[in-house]
């Protein structure tokens, strides 16, 4: 059973999540307060696994942030998102990594919640849009000159500006999308990677083919380099080294698809 607290100003949404998510077997409401800090802190020692956060409200990120800092881990799933919103990014240095969009089904809630109480991550692909469209608007930090005689050679620059830019790449995708393209970065092919994780090599392919759309990567070893770069911002913010991006590219541009 997941344990829920909903969290919004608007007193008839809340009592409407309530009461949807009450029918449900899986759910339990513990409670539904509104956006004050002194409505919401007694319920922390409820021990909520998911709390739904109305993000229409100008005190939501502070909620998200202190919610992140909280001893017990407890996921947030953020509420009401839209396709244009203008704090997306702010939402991610939040510790937000579950989205659910203005349009969202009950049956999409539903699946963010299970997805924010195992601890996963859940961004529809206009959420994802969103956050990656506006992050990569920030500087470029170029980290490879290539050789221009040598035309096997990629020149990429660095998108991953910020440790919340490169988190935006790795939430952007499913669980099984990041199966996929580890196993990309590390040169296998798509025969290699439909044996390791034992699924159809056209399923393979169409892992793939969605990378590439929801990365904006150019081939392969270019996503693959995005999210090793992304993955290096995260874990210890240092640049990748010419050498080791050119052995990838090596690697990666010889490996047969």
């Not at 007694?42 to 992140?68: G, K, N």
């Not at 990594?97 to 991550?121: F, H, N, P, T, W």
């Not at 590390?186 to 994780?197: A, M, P, V």
């Not at 290096?232 to 080791?244: H, L, N, V």
């Amino acid at each position: 059973m997941i344990k829920i607290l909903i969290v919004s100003d608007i007193k008839i949404y809340r009592e409407g999540l309530r009461q949807i998510l009450s029918a449900k077997n899986s759910t339990e409401v513990i409670a539904a307060v509104s956006c004050s800090h002194d409505d919401i802190a007694p319920y922390y020692s409820h021990r909520p696994h998911v709390v739904l956060l109305d993000m229409t409200t100008s005190t939501s990120c502070e909620i998200a942030t202190e919610i992140s800092q909280l001893p017990t881990p407890v996921a947030v799933v953020a509420l009401g998102v839209g396709s244009d919103e203008p704090n997306i990014v702010s939402y991610a240095k939040a510790g937000i990594s579950c989205y659910v969009s203005r349009e969202a089904s009950v049956d999409e809630l539903m699946a963010a919640i299970k997805d924010a109480a195992q601890g996963e991550c859940h961004c529809p692909p206009e959420i994802a849009g969103v956050l990656l469209n506006t992050l990569r608007t920030a500087p470029l930090r170029e980290v490879y000159q290539p050789d221009p005689e040598n035309k096997n050679e990629t020149h990429v620059k660095h998108a991953a500006a910020s440790i919340a830019e490169g988190q935006a790449f790795y939430w952007c995708l499913t669980p099984r999308e990041r199966q996929v393209i580890g196993l990309l970065a590390e040169g296998q092919s798509n025969k290699q990677i439909s044996r390791t994780l034992c699924i159809e090599l056209s399923t393979v392919k169409n892992h793939v083919h969605n990378l590439l759309i929801k990365l904006k990567a150019k081939n392969r070893a270019h996503a693959a380099y995005l999210l090793q770069a992304s993955m290096a911002e995260i874990f210890d913010s240092a640049s990748i080294s010419r050498e080791a991006t050119e052995m990838h590219f090596r690697r990666s541009n010889t490996t047969p698809s």
